[in-house]
């Protein structure tokens, strides 16, 4: 455990040293201006103290170039500070490639973690060192918010979208997370940490964890639920095939375009009149109540996994559909 | 008591002959005459009694907030209890003391005074003001004495429309019951200026601390109803059930957060304007100097005022809102920063080769700028986008706000009321008292806060009503400092009140000021001037040198 006074917060993440960085620059140049405030302050304060008998002051009223220099003076400073923290910003904004995904839900007050390879925990994080970590946040309930101190990061998790925040570790370690958005009775409760580990180590865990990777389980959810039904290739087809789709940019009914984002896909299965793929009839229903925020993470790694010619077969053309609460176990070849 | 021999030059050279002993105090008595008084004067002391009790409860919430943060996992609250308190602390604090404090309080006694008026443009508009403040006051207690409420003073949907089980929509109603005080008020002291100013009293000729009154104004006219509106459209979601913030219902919860920075950003404005239209006030008089650079703090008020309505979505910068929005809005409020600076820089100024005196009030002004000095210094990490990002919601925010609002509006707050009790009770507050609580409530305020910069860069999460052990030192220290905050705002309300009986008579001018509201006596008749002063210079001339012949 940490010693029972800390100063400064553990540094983890390769983010973090850009912000301390920026932090103490901060702290250095704010600290001149207020050391030569406070000096100047208190220096008058000594040298025109009133004496006895009180001597008539002058009659100043300023000094136009003056004026102008402890004007332009902080602006010039504060085009620095912003131009520095912009950067990091927008580097927080763009997880690299390759990053390792995770998915985590929020709701009062617990935080849901799933892997992709299928690993789930409540209010932990296992992550290996060294390698980017991307995380795709969402919430069912109200807004919470993902803080991991020792990474100097955080991002607000608000329910009916997802949000990412990604992060490289550096050094192995437990750390905390925080819910920083405050959510209701627990929030101070909706805490837990992050465990960075050794690749090794790392590997190790998720063998030991190891259940169906989160695509598979979204194939489940897509036969169960008959997506296949219309979207299949060939002449039965009553809605696009989803092959290759993620990431692609395609082209709307009733004109413009939308990238097959996270974002796209879920509002395509919750809501599927607002953005319909251009040729195709508005016939999808909702699926709004039926799909949890976990079930719709599984579903789009799905989408995501599938290639060109990847579409399971619909086999079960002749059985009639079940009611969607029955589990149907059935797969394809 | 008046050491100040060297010469000086009051606003106005008519001399006033009141008859003797008539004041806006003796000139009636009994309840009827003052819940019935268009005066002022008075109504500025109902403001007053007003706002010091929710002060009193807003206090009393937050040293509960202080006692029960003393251990990692609470000391005797349960989580609902804390969150409680700690939304009521917000409320009081923000909506029923900063705001209206020192417009209602000092501005509506002063503000005629300092422009050579007898009363302000609407007199019976001023005493409706203060009736609906004290409806919205009166709501806001029941529903947090009856309940209370637990969606913390910002009000984020969606947890404020459909998850709080609480008294949601009374607390709202309540809320935008006193905006509406707070645009009377804002729309009384525009006309006022406009049209009350006496002969002479030019634009130029106003006490900073009318200017900075005129631009608060401005954003409580501009700024408030957007509140109201937000507020409504939540009661919407929360009665009909109709989509405006809530996903679920195809709404945007982070619209509600826009609407309410609009508001609630320019508002940290109207705490702080008035605030530093004091701080000209006292400063000048203190170190008997003509304010340096008058029209740049003139400037700087206005400039705070426009700017600080183009940069509320610095409050949503891990909201999730577009990056180039983000940069846009980091951007705005490092410019939104030079003005305050441009203040400092003046006050500093202003003591060059004066000839200063450590009476209490200018020991409350001195706080302040150091304070004030730091609040602004620290916002400037805060307005760094990739620094926001760690700090944003930990108690580094909290530590730089109220650095803002209590370190700033209430140090100065504490010095204009010593400053003009004299003019307003007649009385004499007792000096080494007043100089003992404002070193109190400095020392007190620092041990306070300091350590939860410390704390937020740590990483403690605001709105945690238990946290890990790491912490505990610095919340400890934190809450040591609170204690002494406490006797230092406890110190002054004991001894005004005992001034009231026994502090020695004022005179008309104690400080040896140059305001027209020190030509009148103390405390003032009911028309303020029994001749309606005619104003031949500017509000600061203390020196002792000849002022030029402007010629008009
Ligand atoms: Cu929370
Ligand atoms: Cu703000």
Redesign the pocket.
Same mark, same amino acid.
């Given at each position: 455990m940490p010693s029972p006074v800390e100063l400064f917060p553990a540094r983890a993440a390769e983010i973090a040293y850009h912000v301390d960085a920026l932090f103490f620059f901060l702290l250095i140049v704010t600290g001149i201006a207020a050391v030569g405030v406070f000096t100047l302050l208190i220096f008058f304060s000594v040298r025109y103290r009133r004496r006895t008998p009180p001597r008539p002051t002058p009659r100043i009223t300023g000094h136009i170039r003056l004026e102008l220099f402890w004007t332009t003076t902080p602006f010039l400073v504060f085009l620095v500070m912003f131009w520095w923290g912009a950067r990091i910003y927008l580097a927080m904004a763009q997880p690299p490639a390759g990053a390792i995904d995770l998915y985590v839900v929020g709701k009062q007050w617990m935080w849901k973690v799933q892997h992709a390879q299928g690993q789930r925990e409540i209010n932990e994080v296992h992550i290996p060192l060294g390698q980017p970590v991307k995380l795709t946040l969402t919430s069912e309930d109200v807004i919470h918010d993902f803080f991991v101190p020792a990474f100097r990061t955080k991002i607000d998790v608000v329910p009916g979208r997802y949000v990412y925040e990604w992060f490289t570790p550096t050094v192995a370690g437990t750390y905390h997370f925080f819910c920083s958005q405050y959510c209701g009775t627990n929030h101070a409760g909706m805490r837990g940490e992050v465990y960075v580990m050794d690749p090794a180590d790392y590997q190790q865990w998720l063998n030991l964890k190891s259940e169906g990777s989160l695509a598979l389980e979204g194939r489940k959810l897509f036969l169960q639920l008959q997506c296949i039904t219309c979207h299949v290739a060939g002449p039965k087809a009553r809605a696009p095939i989803l092959e290759s789709l993620y990431g692609a940019t395609i082209p709307l009914r009733g004109g413009g375009t939308a990238v097959a984002d996270d974002n796209y896909i879920r509002e395509s299965i919750l809501n599927p009149q607002a953005k319909v793929v251009m040729g195709w009839e508005p016939i999808m229903p909702t699926f709004e109540g039926q799909v949890s925020e976990e079930d719709l993470i599984k579903l789009i790694a799905y989408i995501k996994s599938l290639g060109p010619g990847q579409t399971p077969q619909r086999n079960e053309e002749s059985v009639p559909p079940p009611p969607p609460t029955e589990t149907k176990k059935t797969e394809s070849p | 008591m008046s050491t100040i021999s060297a010469p000086f030059r009051p606003q106005s050279s008519v001399r006033q002959t009141p008859t003797a002993g008539e004041n806006y105090v003796n000139a009636a008595y009994g309840t009827r005459s003052w819940l019935l008084t268009t005066d002022h004067k008075r109504i500025a002391l109902l403001y007053l009694v007003s706002v010091s009790s929710m002060f009193i409860i807003g206090g009393l919430a937050a040293t509960l907030i202080r006692l029960n943060l003393l251990t990692p996992n609470g000391a005797f609250m349960t989580a609902d209890t804390y969150n409680k308190t700690f939304t009521a602390h917000g409320i009081i604090m923000v909506f029923y003391f900063l705001v209206p404090v020192i417009p209602s309080v000092l501005g509506n006694f002063l503000l005629p005074l300092m422009i050579g008026a007898r009363d302000l443009a609407f007199p019976r508009l001023n005493l409706a003001s203060w009736y609906i403040y004290m409806v919205g006051a009166a709501m806001i207690l029941w529903v947090i004495f009856s309940g209370g409420i637990d969606t913390g003073w910002t009000f984020y949907t969606p947890f404020s429309s459909k998850a709080s089980h609480t008294d949601v929509i009374p607390a709202m109603i309540a809320i935008a019951i006193a905006g509406f005080s707070s645009i009377f008020t804002g729309l009384n002291f525009i006309v006022t200026v406009h049209y009350l100013r006496a002969p002479g009293m030019t634009w130029f000729r106003l006490p900073l601390f009318v200017w900075s009154l005129y631009a608060t104004s401005l954003i409580l006219l501009l700024a408030t109803p957007v509140l109201t509106v937000a507020l409504f459209l939540v009661a919407v979601e929360r009665i009909f059930g109709i989509g405006i913030f809530d996903p679920a219902l195809g709404g945007d919860p982070v619209l509600f957060q826009h609407l309410f *920075?609009f508001y &609630? $950003?320019p508002a !940290?404005y109207i705490m702080v304007l008035p605030a530093m239209g004091i701080v000209s006030e006292v400063i000048t008089c203190f170190a008997r100097k003509n304010i340096f650079g008058y029209p740049f703090v003139v400037a700087a008020s206005l400039g705070i005022a426009v700017v600080g309505f183009l !940069? *509320?979505a $610095? $409050?949503m910068f891990v909201a999730g809102q577009s990056v180039y929005a983000a940069l846009v809005f980091s951007l705005l &409020?490092y410019c939104v920063a030079i003005p305050s600076a441009i203040k400092v820089f003046n006050w500093t100024a202003t003591l060059y080769r004066g000839s200063i005196s450590f009476r209490t009030p200018m020991l409350y002004i001195l706080g302040f700028i150091g304070l004030f000095t730091l609040g602004g210094l620290t916002g400037l990490f805060l307005a760094a986008l990739g620094l926001n990002v760690h700090v944003h919601d930990t108690y580094f925010i909290i530590a730089h706000f109220h650095f803002i609002m209590v370190g700033g509006t209430v140090m100065a707050y504490m010095g204009g009321l010593h400053y003009w009790w004299p003019k307003i009770t007649g009385k004499l507050y007792p000096e080494s008292w007043g100089r003992i609580s404002a070193l109190l409530i400095f020392f007190g305020f620092l041990l306070t806060f300091l350590p939860q910069f410390v704390l937020g860069y740590l990483g403690m999460p605001r709105r945690y009503f238990a946290y890990p052990p790491e912490f505990q030192v610095l919340n400890v220290l934190s809450t040591a400092g609170a204690s002494i905050l406490a006797v230092g705002y406890a110190l002054p309300l004991t001894y005004l009140i005992w001034s009231l009986r026994y502090g020695p008579d004022a005179g008309p001018n104690p400080w040896e000021a140059t305001g027209l509201e020190w030509q009148t006596p103390s405390p003032p008749p009911t028309h303020n001037f029994a001749e309606i002063p005619v104003v031949d210079c500017g509000p600061y001339e203390y020196s002792g040198e000849e002022v030029p012949d402007h010629g008009h």
């Open positions: - | *920075w &609630s $950003h !940290v !940069v *509320w $610095h $409050h &409020s």
